[in-house]
């Protein structure tokens, strides 16, 4: 329905912004107390959150309807493991001052998902998607041939984790928020000893004589959850190849906030590939369109 495919298409293009300017700003500011504690406090905030979401909207009817299934709960504990690694990787990234390499994951991901939408859901290919596959195929040779040495494994990692995470939950199908608390509920007896381990020792920064920095830390969790939501819902909408085309807005603005706000290099090799990147996106969404 074109109702369905217009609010597809928002909530995922919400969430792709989102990923791309908002989380980056946020995530290279709280970065300072280490990757390992930040994916802790992801984890856990973001489970705390789901809970109270749960709760206020009074789906824990509905919680032990999805829990009870097995099939549901082998995917979501697939798909828990992948989004885990995502969420690792992407921090690891950018405390480590690598946000180009995940950048670059980000861009062959779309890819991925496009052609998983073809092998396992029939997910229709015509010419001009072709073409526009195509299109990206080649500003990714130009990345790798004339920008870097070899594939760095921070973008493997989160292209791959990121588009069989998709795929995962497009088979599960089950509501968006309920299916994230699962996979939360899987991550966070983890997430709680590793913070017991930092604590033990005296390494947390997050703790009560420093409540706001406290704060902000807490807010890893709707910062996970809200663009995740939206990206989700978008992808049972409209599908793994349009939403993983319109993903390619997460990593172009990381590469403009690189440039214009961290002052990170943009070659003119980086510049040629971005611009074939948008012909494909608009050759591809132009025909999304006309088609639904």
Known sequence: ?????????????????????VGVIYFEYVAFIGHIELVVHRCL??????????????????FIKVASNKKNLIGLFISGFLIFINWAVWIYAVASERIIDASFGYFIMPIISVLLGYIFFNENLNNKRIISIFLVLI???????????SLPWVGIIVALSWAFYN?????????TDIGLLIESLYILPFALIVFYLIASKGMNDFNLTKPGLSLILILAGPMTVI???????????????????????TPTLQFLLGYFYYNEDFSLVKFVSFIIIW???????KDLYETN
């Open 167 to 175: 795929l995962v939950r497009k088979k599960i199908n089950v509501d």
């Open 227 to 249: 663009p995740l939501f939206l990206y989700v819902r978008g992808v049972e909408l409209i599908g793994l190849g349009p939403t993983g085309m319109i993903f390619y807005i």
């Open 1 to 21: 329905m074109k109702k369905d495919f217009n609010k597809g298409l928002l909530l995922t293009s919400l969430g792709s912004f989102w990923w791309g300017f």
């Open 279 to 285: 012909i494909a996106v608009i050759i591809y969404l």
């Open 45 to 62: 905030w973001t489970a705390v959150m789901l809970i109270l979401t749960t709760s206020f909207f009074s789906k824990w009817k509905l």
């Open 139 to 149: 500003s990714i040779f130009i990345l790798i041939f004339f920008n870097l040495k």
